[in-house]
């Protein structure tokens, strides 16, 4: 991949206002394999009871936010080991035409970009797919898809259509994605992941993710809920059918169940 080590006047005209929360320079962990610059924008529609990102959604309107067009001098001057961006949150989508905007200088630059979305924005979503701009895509999904089970999470009335829909158009646009649940003992069951994975049946991965409870949490009704064990999670991924590729992700990297389960599966972070 070539890089261009100077940045377009264009790039940092005032026009360009994406909102952006925090900044990480380099990560191993965001996108597993690759070495990574993660960008999270504020806020988000959803506020799920377990999210750890609580720094940034809680009072997301009065966060002191960073100027894009320092990212951008960051993301295009200062790393020149690292070619893939993330773009996380809160909710990126929320940004609506700014995210369209930076993801087209982002990959105009070069850059590989994978987006953390939670699937609420089914139109958004199939645009920025349709046009390129994506390498890869990661929907959070609650729980098993229905009213109930994301009220659960949220405490919010979701629009199950949009998530479903952004599902379908991932899979048909997408060359490279995953579908990712957090099982937090305290609100899922057993259960709900096999209903979940039933649901997503023909799909590329789905990746089963422990619950970190040290992080911190938005909803005070899981703080101190322990994180599910190895085992647990293990036992869980085994009974999934009907995916191509089942992953479970904890502290110590991602883990391939299947097809095929092997300590070369193990990807380490």
Same mark, same amino acid.
């Given at each position: 991949m070539i890089f261009k080590k100077n940045l377009h006047s264009n790039c940092l005209r005032v026009g360009f206002t994406m909102q952006i929360a925090a900044f990480f320079p380099q990560s191993l962990t965001a996108w597993p394999g690759r070495k990574s610059s993660v960008v999270y924008a504020p806020g988000c529609n959803f506020e799920c009871k377990y999210c750890y990102a609580h720094s940034i959604i809680a009072d997301s309107e009065n966060l002191e936010t960073i100027p894009q067009e320092k990212i951008l001098q960051e993301l295009f001057n200062g790393f020149p080991e690292v070619n893939s961006v993330v773009i996380s949150g809160g909710e990126p989508l929320l940004q609506g035409k700014k995210l369209v905007e930076f993801l087209q200088v982002l990959k105009a630059e070069g850059f590989e970009v994978k987006l953390d979305t939670n699937g609420s924005d089914s139109v958004l979503l199939e645009e920025i797919l349709g046009k390129g701009l994506v390498d890869f895509v990661s929907i959070d999904l609650k729980s098993q898809i229905n009213d109930y089970s994301y009220f659960k999470i949220t405490g919010k009335r979701v629009n199950i259509e949009e998530v479903w829909r952004s599902i379908q158009a991932t899979k048909f646009y997408c060359n490279d994605y995953e579908f990712r649940m957090t099982f @937090?003992?305290?609100?899922?069951?057993? $259960?709900? @992941?096999?209903?979940?994975? $039933?649901?997503?049946?023909?799909?590329? $991965?789905? @990746?089963?993710?422990?619950?970190?409870?040290?992080?911190?949490t938005l909803g005070k009704e899981v703080e101190g809920c322990p994180s599910p064990s190895y085992e647990k999670l293990l036992k869980t991924a085994r009974q999934i059918q009907g995916i191509e590729e089942v992953r479970i992700r904890t502290m110590k990297g991602d883990e391939i169940i299947s097809p095929i389960m092997q300590k070369a599966g193990r990807i380490l972070f």
């Open positions: @937090v003992p305290a609100l899922h069951s057993h $259960r709900d @992941v096999l209903e979940l994975s $039933r649901q997503l049946k023909g799909a590329k $991965r789905f @990746v089963l993710q422990q619950f970190i409870g040290s992080e911190g």
